[in-house]
């Protein structure tokens, strides 16, 4: 398991840095605020992870992990203008980070001996570890606090199927590619469809509640009229129909 997890960390650190990258660019911060954002997403996960474990940072043990960042800091940057409105690129790639580090953080968590829970736990954070350092540095609402995402429970399923497929000796290079697709199909799925968990009654009252977007603009809110009828469409196998957005 060792080369796959090296490979799906690396995997990891490049779709989160992509992430914050584009994130930098849609803020028009300037290409070393874009680096910094990048590193910041991309390995600070895996630092959390491995501070807790009480070893040396893998990214800081090992110049490969600085790699990724700057590779996608200077594709970003060349993309220029293409990537300044970019809002649905930076939910996927951080989707993809999530599942690939969801998976990695777990398998770590559960090589260093700690108990299955602990393990799941240490999973979640490295998952969404980076991503909430990324929006908190850009100034956007954190993705795992915002009532109208579902964040952190794409996470524990991907960090519990990580747990069960270990403990039943299944785990191996397919099962943790298809745990990390899976917990970037229902990241995805529930984005476009804004899904919500509950949240607390106000005043005991079951009366229904009118659906409020998250205060500010984050780049994590609802998808576009527009794109919610071109993915439809797709699926009907007609084309979409023209309109405002």
Not at 42 to 62: C, F, N, Q, Y
Not at 82 to 107: E, K, N, Q, S, Y
Not at 118 to 129: D, E, K, Q
Not at 170 to 189: C, D, E, H, N, Q
């Amino acid at each position: 398991m060792e080369p796959l997890m090296l490979a799906l960390d690396l995997l990891g650190v490049f779709a989160f840095a992509l992430s914050g990258n584009l994130l930098a660019s849609r803020k028009d911060i300037d290409i070393m605020g874009s680096l910094i954002l990048g590193l910041a997403v991309g390995l600070g996960g895996g630092i959390m992870r491995d501070v807790i474990l009480g070893r040396v940072p893998a990214s800081l043990a090992d110049p490969l992990y600085l790699v990724p960042p700057l590779i996608s800091a200077a594709l970003v940057y060349l993309l220029g203008q293409r990537a300044h409105r970019a809002r649905v690129p930076i939910i996927v790639f951080d989707a993809v980070g999530l599942g690939v580090f969801v998976v990695t953080g777990t398998t770590i968590a559960l090589e260093a001996g700690l108990p299955l829970p602990s393990a799941v736990v240490l999973g979640c954070l490295t998952g969404v570890g980076g991503g909430v350092l990324r929006d908190v540095l850009a100034n956007e609402i954190p993705a795992i606090f915002n009532g109208s995402d579902i964040y952190l429970l794409p996470a524990l399923l991907g960090a519990a199927c990580t747990v069960g497929a270990w403990s039943q000796g299944w785990l191996g290079p397919l099962t943790a590619l298809v745990i990390a697709a899976i917990v970037f199909a229902f990241r995805m799925v529930a984005w476009f469809f804004q899904w919500q968990v509950p949240s607390p009654m106000r005043g005991w009252s079951l009366r229904r509640r009118r659906r409020r977007e998250p205060c500010g603009r984050s780049v994590f809110r609802r998808p576009s009229a527009r794109l919610v009828r071109t993915v439809r469409a797709r699926f009907r196998r007609r084309p979409a129909s023209g309109g405002a957005e």
